[in-house]
């Protein structure tokens, strides 16, 4: 959502947000849900070359993406290859007993 936002600002610090983003979460995610050991990123692209190129195009162009709305736009293409989708939904918490 603050990427959305920055990106439709047109907000020079998008390309932190997304990059923090594509770091902390959706790559371990990515490598998890696959069942592969994480590798540092500076090999991402080249390990995701040989054992999924088809992320490893999209991961390449969310980082050579110029302008802040392509950046956005590969980064969602990306996530939802690893998450499904990206619509926000309000988690009810489930209801505790309270005590006495």
Do not use: C
């Amino acid at each position: 959502m603050d990427g959305r936002a920055q990106a439709d600002a047109g907000d020079p610090v998008h390309a932190v947000t997304v990059l923090t983003a594509l770091s902390r979460q959706l790559m371990p995610l990515l490598y998890a849900r696959n069942g592969w050991w994480m590798v540092k990123r500076e090999h991402w692209a080249r390990d995701l070359g040989g054992r999924a190129p088809d992320l490893a195009a999209e991961l390449r162009t969310l980082l050579t993406a110029p302008e802040p709305s392509a950046r956005q736009a590969a980064f969602e293409t990306l996530a939802r290859r690893v998450t499904g989708d990206l619509i926000y939904r309000e988690v009810l918490p489930e209801p505790q007993p309270v005590s006495d």
